[in-house]
């Protein structure tokens, strides 16, 4: 049994994809939780020496999803575990639009996705696995844009900001733990993900940035996901990790 597992939200694509392929290429055990399976990645833990485990869920609905994982990890209690980490990556980017012309369920589903869902998972990983003796870490992928306003990104940008917000009181809570765990809300960069192209391709009079990160892709200024996976996973390997709970790894 491998004595790493890290729990991670919408591992199928994209940086989530590539945090997977890493943490399983290090012996890692990883749960995955995404709407969709990935195909390659089966073949990628057969390869290395971690395990996959993937759940199919909705993350737009997370109360079964915590319900399970609480399950799944109360069952695991006498696993020999060195490290549990949980990181929240899964995100939406609602269609793009000044929040006078947004759908208020197109809203509503962000938030549950990029605030309200996280919370939970973090609320039910912080619970069952209180007693044990393995260091936990907590890493919720943040952006630049939960600390920095943007026209026709109100969801996104409330979203990232609640996640930033809610990891500070977290930290706080554990402080106060006798074994409490390291937790931080970490900004990874831009990254040349389905996002940034969903940026670049949005209505230049809905979106009056578009010229910002269509610069950004010309320039070659975007992170590969394989790049920033490393960077991020290097920032959750810190001795120092979570001294700060809002953090950006860049520096």
């Not at 990160?213 to 996973?233: C, I, K, T, V, Y």
Request: with cysteine; hydrophobic share 45%; aromatic share 4%.
């Amino acid at each position: 049994m491998s004595a790493h597992l890290t729990i991670l939200t919408g591992h199928s694509r994209g940086l989530g994809l590539a945090l997977a392929e890493q943490l399983l290429a290090t012996g890692h055990t990883v749960l995955g939780i995404s709407r969709q399976r990935s195909p390659g990645l089966d073949q990628a833990a057969q390869a290395a020496s971690g395990e996959l485990i993937e759940w199919q869920a909705d993350l737009a609905d997370g109360a079964p999803v915590c319900q399970q994982l609480m399950a799944w990890l109360q069952a695991r209690a006498a696993a020999p575990w060195q490290t549990v980490n949980l990181i929240n990556n899964a995100c939406m980017l609602p269609a793009i639009a000044p929040l006078s012309k947004s759908d208020p369920a197109d809203l509503a589903r962000a938030l549950r996705v990029g605030l309200e869902t996280p919370m939970q998972l973090c609320a039910a990983f912080l619970q069952a696995t209180a007693s044990w003796n393995a260091a936990r870490k907590i890493m919720n992928i943040s952006s630049a844009l939960g600390r920095r306003a943007m026209a026709s990104q109100s969801a996104y940008c409330a979203a990232k900001a609640g996640m930033d917000h809610f990891t500070r009181c977290m930290a706080l809570d554990e402080a106060h733990q006798p074994q409490g765990a390291k937790v931080c809300s970490v900004s990874p960069g831009v990254i040349a993900t389905d996002m940034q192209l969903q940026l670049r391709s949005a209505p230049a009079q809905d979106f009056p940035d578009r010229a910002s990160f269509e610069g950004l892709h010309a320039q070659g200024q975007l992170s590969s996901p394989e790049a920033a996976a490393r960077r991020l996973l290097a920032f959750l390997a810190r001795a120092d990790y979570g001294y700060e709970p809002v953090a950006d790894v860049r520096g």
